[in-house]
């Protein structure tokens, strides 16, 4: 190797014919999954190093060996092609791990026909797996040039040669971990994390410590590999990072697996994890011809029984040779990966968070080498790209599916997804029509693909019986998200049964994990009745939202809409909210490079205004930090972000991103409907100051008419001065989901504490009070958190003497039926015992039985006490 500081030659480590890499016929070579590079096809049976280095890694079987090189270049000879099945057979090392050769000396000798006979090809790749900041010369040598042994065969250039200099290679950073997730390390996080290694440039590898499988190290760059480990909660965990950025990438990755993930749609909370749901379910005494399942999404429902068995695409068996067979499939491959990206762009801009985090999931996961190379052993043994492809995911489905953890069979219906859709791209036939099946009716599956329940959806299913699947999978958040009912995890016995049943009207009861595929005419009618009540009540809700919600004794609370951006606004004007109690704007800066101008941001607040039809709209401004985070804002690690700079604190860091929001939203036309408000405020100075930058601007741009400018309530010291906020704000809106947890000192995002951070705690109630007495006389209050639209924390909270609410927007119409039933003066009366009481459980207690027994007494409620529950 000539090693001048500009360049690095490597030789040809064997005489040869020159194949270009992307006309290596193995995939994962020619995508170039592994790095660039040049392959021979070798003349000789001595494979010699390409250049001067330290010998990395020699594979047990001889066939590869890694060489890095002083500078950190890593170089990967890979001696012909599914050579590992030869297990070493003609093949001697002539060199060992921590060797140092120069260029030009033996690595290893060949036996050309013992491997000819025993591998697919003798083409040897040559392969820069770490190019540590430098950078590939187009390769002058032309498919089919015969080299000779030593003479120049690539050219490298030191791109960024000065800085590797000095660190040979990069540095390499190590960190111990126990993993933090709930779900274990799936294919999210796992695709995360691959995110993670490019962004830094770093390559990463995950140790999992204590295992003592030899499988129990995986790079990064597969999400099968990290899958493989079977990395559940708990797990003892190193991370290896070696490039410039290795510090930074391991304190993302940490960050990544040491945050318990919030789960968008949160699983009912009865079922705590799939086995012991299960155990559960089937402990009870099921009665003659139940099934048990695992809640997915809770709900009741009604219909046929119809087993939904949709065919997969046909493809050819027998392929026309590798050759032709290996681009065919990357092309496939590389046309679902820009569907996928392109689901997952549209999905991000209509707020749909939990379809494209799976798009992205699943995208991820196609590039997985893993996967592409067992596709390859099969193009090699004559397979078709289509049927190569489905058999590959069929070994690795069965793989996870035997592997016995609940996680990772959670995790075969992404796979059969993939399946479904590559072969769909590689099929001559005309796309097969979804199996038909009436609206209403019951779908029995083995799976269901995450595509799959999209597609059915939109045909209005009653409800989803699987034999499959688990409560994290992505059907099971897909089918929360949509309200339908759906029990998983319930073995073969569910296809067994409907050969036995007739399936006319059986009972899905999503709410005990039972289907009752023969129910007797009683059970059904009883069931009807309840669901038909429940539609009626809906109904009637619906019917009714366009009104106002006026509590028994005469009260008018205004019930508003939580939203993500103009999209939604559309939801929340339709579902009949009385305006937008929360407008959360950070969700128009996420998913970017970088934040959005003056003139996106206007576009977007101006559209959610035109939406509400001049009903106010209260837009927050940013709230960033600890849980939420930009990829563009990098913000120091503290050890306690969410006690750190967020929310209203940042603009003494980042005054720019508030004077930009500030500019579009008072560049708005409608200006008497919009109210801004800020997050996080813990007194009343950080309101002044943004008054006054707000009055600075609206003067400069000779503005008459101002926006209402309020504050949120989150923190206990802006509950317990809320009288002096209440001074400088137009009005207060309480975010009861950060209040209860800086109330409680209970992480919002911690699991283990989900069940008790609860917002019927008497102290977060006290702190609701002392903010609505703060603010009395001077400013409304409203609450925008998630309790406003819980069914028994939204009567008290009224009663608290909340002006407000704000609340999904698809539950506008039920909470507003259920304030018409209430007399607040009278549960304000319980207010005094209801404080006094030990600790959110009992609240809950007191209430639901105060409620239920208002609702069943509707006209003497006023006379109801606690002592009489
Ligand atoms: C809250 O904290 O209650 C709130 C509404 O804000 P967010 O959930 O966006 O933090
Ligand atoms: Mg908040």
Redesign the pocket.
């Known amino acids: 190797m000539s090693d001048s500081s500009q360049t690095l030659t490597l030789l040809a480590p064997v005489a040869g014919v020159v194949v270009p890499l992307s006309a290596v016929p193995d995939p994962v070579f020619a995508g170039q999954a592994l790095g660039e590079g040049i392959a021979l096809d070798p003349l000789g049976e001595c494979l010699h190093a390409p250049c001067d280095g330290e010998v990395v890694q020699c594979a047990r079987t001889h066939h590869a060996l890694t060489l890095k090189t002083a500078a950190g270049v890593e170089l990967l000879l890979h001696l012909g092609l599914d050579t590992v099945e030869l297990q070493g057979q003609g093949i001697e090392p002539l060199v060992a791990v921590g060797d140092r050769v120069r260029a030009g000396d033996p690595l290893c000798r060949f036996d050309a026909d013992a491997l000819a006979r025993g591998a697919s090809a003798l083409i040897t790749p040559l392969v820069i797996t770490e190019a540590a900041g430098w950078r590939l010369r187009e390769p002058s040598l032309a498919a089919g040039v015969r080299v000779a042994l030593g003479e120049p065969l690539l050219v490298l250039e030191a791109a960024v040669a000065e800085c590797h200099k000095t660190v040979a290679g990069g540095p390499e950073a190590e960190r111990r971990l126990t993993l933090a997730l709930a779900a274990g390390l799936h294919a999210r996080p796992a695709a995360r994390l691959r995110a993670i290694a490019r962004e830094h440039g770093v390559s990463l590898t995950l140790d999992h410590e204590g295992a003592d499988s030899p499988s129990a190290s995986a790079s990064a760059d597969s999400l099968s590999a990290l899958m493989n480990l079977g990395l559940t909660e708990g797990a003892a965990l190193r991370l290896t990072a070696r490039g410039e950025h290795a510090e930074a990438a391991l304190d993302d990755a940490e960050a990544l697996l040491t945050t318990p993930e919030a789960e968008p749609h949160p699983a009912p909370k009865p079922q705590a994890t799939p086995n012991e749901a299960l155990g559960e379910a089937l402990g009870e005494v099921l009665e003659e011809g139940e099934l048990a399942g695992l809640v997915a999404s809770p709900g009741l429902a009604l219909g046929p029984l119809v087993h939904y068995r949709p065919p997969l695409p046909t493809v050819s068996h027998d392929g026309e040779g590798e050759v032709v067979e290996a681009p065919r499939l990357t092309q496939a491959l590389a046309r679902v990966g820009e569907a996928l990206a392109r689901d997952e762009a549209e999905a991000t801009r209509s707020g749909q968070t939990a379809e494209a985090e799976i798009f992205a999931a699943h995208g991820a996961w196609l590039a997985d080498p893993d996967l592409v190379a067992a596709a390859g052993e099969r193009l090699r043994a004559g397979r078709g790209a289509g049927q190569a492809w489905r058999e590959a995911l069929d070994a690795e489905a069965e793989r996870l599916e035997a592997t016995g953890n609940a996680l990772l069979a959670a995790r075969v219906a992404d796979l059969r997804d993939l399946q479904r859709r590559v072969m769909a791209e590689l099929s001559d036939a005309a796309e097969a029509a979804l199996p038909e099946f009436p609206e209403g009716a019951l779908l029995v599956a083995e799976e269901l693909t995450p595509s799959e329940l999209v597609a059915v959806a939109a045909r209005r299913p009653a409800g989803l019986c699987l034999a499959g699947g688990g409560t994290t999978s992505h059907v099971a958040i897909l089918a929360r998200a949509r309200g339908i009912p759906c029990l998983v995890a319930m073995g073969p016995a569910l296809l067994a049964a409907l050969d036995d049943v007739p399936s006319e009207a059986a009972i899905l009861d999503a709410e005990r994990g039972r289907l009752v595929p023969a129910p007797s005419e009683a059970r059904v009618a009883e069931v009807a009745a309840r669901i038909a009540a429940r539609r009626r009540e809906a109904e009637a809700a619906r019917a009714a939202a366009f009104e106002p919600a006026i509590t028994r004794d005469g009260r008018e609370v205004e019930v508003c809409a939580n939203i993500g951006g103009a999209e939604e606004a559309r939801l929340a004007a339709e579902a009949g909210a009385d305006g937008v109690g929360l407008l959360r704007s950070e969700f128009l800066f996420l998913e970017r490079d970088s934040a959005p101008d003056e003139a996106t941001q206007r576009g977007e607040y101006q559209a959610a205004l035109a939406a509400l039809g001049g009903k106010p709209v209260i837009i927050r401004t940013l709230?960033i930090g600890a849980d939420k985070q930009l990829p563009y804002l990098r913000l120091p690690a503290v050890p306690n972000p969410a006690l750190g700079v967020r929310?209203a604190r940042l603009w003494a860091s980042h005054p720019e991103l508030l004077e930009t929001q500030l500019r579009a939203l008072l560049g708005v036309t409608r200006l008497d409907a919009l109210h801004i408000m800020l997050?996080?405020v813990s007194e009343a100075g950080e309101l002044r100051q943004v008054r006054q930058r707000l009055e600075a601007i609206a003067s400069e741009m000779g503005l008459e008419v101002r926006p209402r400018l309020g504050a949120?309530i989150?923190v206990p010291s802006a509950a317990l001065c809320a009288a002096s906020l209440a001074a400088e704000a137009d009005f207060l809106s309480i975010?009861t989901?950060?209040l209860t947890q800086y109330t409680l000192a209970m992480d919002r995002e911690d699991p283990a504490l989900t069940a008790r951070a609860d917002v019927l705690h008497p102290a977060v109630l006290w702190l609701i009070q002392a903010t609505v007495e703060g603010a009395k006389g001077r400013c409304p209050v409203g609450v925008c958190?998630a309790a406003a639209g819980d069914d028994l924390a939204a009567p008290l909270l009224v009663a608290l003497g909340v002006d407000e609410l704000s609340v999904e927007p698809a539950r506008v119409p039920a909470v507003k039926a259920a304030l018409r039933r209430l007399d607040a003066a009278a549960l304000a009366a319980e207010l005094p015992e209801l404080l006094a009481l030990d600790d959110a459980a009992a609240v809950r207690e007191r209430l639901t039985a105060w409620l239920a027994r208002a609702d069943a007494t509707p006209d003497t409620t006023t006379t109801t006490t606690l002592e009489r529950c």
């Open positions: 709230d929310g997050p996080m949120m989150e975010g989901n950060d958190g």
